[in-house]
């Protein structure tokens, strides 16, 4: 069964500073790949997804992610972390033909002045 | 456009009370319709998945059960709340393989 694992559970940055949150995937196949964000207390969020193709994806608030095969990862990242960004990110996967969605366990982001 | 809806917002139920949590989708047919429950530090549990009308495919074995009786609407219950079933519920749809998954505001349940 797919699933994916995000190592880190707390991660803290300071404003204006870079970031990485990792996550790895467990898939025989290159599996369909997506980042979420979810603010306290609400729902979650798409950033962005990889399904094939160019392995740098784009998504929205100025995050990007990268697919590595060779590592089985595909981790988020952000050249300047605002103070708004501060919340709970989840990576997903989905097996294609079983249309069922699993996520991480999440990353837990805090942004510091 | 679409939009999902999960209700109630918070829950506080006695233990071995019934529970009954809905969610409804406008704007769309035939969505694949999925259960999450969110506790700390275990991230995103998928609890039931359901691709169809009457389809319902269950992740965990556990104290409850799902339903989707219309097209639109997917049901969580349980007959006897555990203290355990506390924990943050999410409802969520996509259109189908490797598409968006959008999710309702959650229903916060507290069993006491």
């Known amino acids: 069964a797919q699933s994916v694992t995000q190592p880190d559970i707390h991660i803290t940055v300071s404003e204006g500073a870079s970031l990485e949150l990792r996550c790895n995937y467990s898939?025989?196949?290159?599996?369909?790949l997506f980042w979420y964000v979810q603010s306290p207390g609400q729902g979650l969020q798409l950033l962005l997804k990889?399904?094939?193709?160019?392995?740098l994806v784009q998504g929205i608030k100025g995050f990007e992610a990268e697919f590595k095969r060779s590592q089985s990862s595909f981790n988020l990242r952000k050249p300047s972390v605002h103070w708004s960004d501060a919340a709970e990110y989840f990576c997903?996967?989905?097996?294609?033909?079983?249309?069922?969605?699993?996520f991480g366990i999440g990353t837990k982001l805090q942004v510091i002045p | 456009s679409q939009t999902i809806h999960q209700w109630p917002a918070t829950l506080v139920q006695p233990v071995g009370s019934p529970l009954s949590l809905e969610c409804t989708v406008e704007g769309t047919s035939n969505p694949n319709l999925y259960w999450y429950r969110q506790a700390a530090g275990r991230g995103l549990q998928l609890l039931f998945y359901s691709v169809g009308i009457g389809q319902i495919s269950s992740e965990v074995p556990q104290n409850l059960s799902a339903s989707r009786p219309q097209d639109r609407q997917f049901i969580l219950s349980s007959k006897k709340l555990l203290l355990s079933d506390s924990g943050f519920y999410l409802c969520a749809w996509s259109v189908g393989t490797g598409s968006e998954a959008f999710f309702g505001q959650g229903t916060r349940l507290t069993v006491v």
């Open positions: 997903a996967t989905e097996s294609g033909g079983y249309q069922k969605v699993t």
């Open positions: 898939y025989g196949a290159t599996p369909y």
């Open positions: 990889y399904f094939s193709g160019d392995t």
